[in-house]
């Protein structure tokens, strides 16, 4: 099956700076979508994003489908934005058509103030 | 728009007991999906609903394990004789139709199994 994987597994940061986390696939995907779990366990919406830029305040994403990768731009980072993000694709050998997403190996960001 | 929605929050139980979780989405989502994630990992999909109908179960949902969304609505994950390897964070997220592709997930149910 595909393998999501992400760089870097943690990152240590002080507020105010910037960071960029990856996530590299194997294969295809149709969907992608970025998530900040924070520490109570409650995944967050970042962004859908199967190809193309997308911004939102201070976060920024591309996804570069032909390439399998995608990356997550952190700018100016908050001790609020602390937590455990991940990327989850959906691919397209879903032969029920579930549309399941396959989470990748996550990034354990700490912001420190 | 409320959100998804999941409850109880929190369970704690000895082994060998059952529990039960609920699971309301988003209305009017009619694509609802079960996750469990363990801890350092990301969530693994166990099962997924299109309105009432069950149509997916991951291999890692054993027999001890069942799902039902009987009016297409709230949906309920049962766990019977509860393991210690149970112990998990039971995800539930919901979607939208066919031209709507993002999940929104709920809190989550944490399980402790002693």
């Known amino acids: 099956g595909i393998q999501v994987e992400q760089s870097p597994p943690d990152l240590i940061l002080q507020e105010g700076a910037n960071s960029t986390l990856r996530c590299n696939f194997s294969?295809?995907?149709?969907?992608l979508q970025w998530f900040h779990q924070n520490p109570w366990g409650q995944l967050i919406n970042l962004f859908y994003?199967?190809?193309g830029t997308k911004q939102n305040g201070r976060l920024s994403a591309t996804t570069v489908a032909t390439e399998r990768y995608s990356l997550l731009y952190i700018s100016s980072s908050q001790t609020t934005d602390s937590g455990v993000y991940f990327c989850?694709?959906?691919?397209?050998?879903?032969?029920?058509?579930?549309?399941?997403?396959?989470f990748g190996t996550g990034t354990l960001l700490a912001v420190q103030p | 728009d409320t959100g998804v929605s999941q409850d109880p929050r929190h369970k704690i139980t000895k082994r060998g007991q059952n529990v039960t979780f609920r699971c309301d989405p988003i209305s009017e989502h009619n694509r609802l999906y079960w996750y469990r994630q363990t801890l350092g990992q990301g969530p693994e999909f166990l099962t997924y609903f299109q309105n009432e109908a069950q149509l997916e179960k991951s291999r890692l949902l054993s027999d001890r394990f069942s799902a039902e969304r009987p009016k297409g609505s709230f949906s309920t994950l049962e766990i019977q004789r509860t393991e210690q390897g149970d112990s998990a964070m039971y995800l539930c997220?919901?979607?939208?139709?066919?031209?709507?592709?993002?999940?929104?997930f709920g809190p989550g149910t944490r399980l402790t199994v002693l």
């Open positions: 994003i199967p190809s």
């Open positions: 294969d295809s995907v149709n969907n």
């Open positions: 997220a919901s979607k939208g139709g066919f031209l709507y592709n993002e999940q929104f």
């Open positions: 989850a694709v959906v691919t397209p050998y879903d032969g029920g058509a579930t549309n399941k997403l396959i």
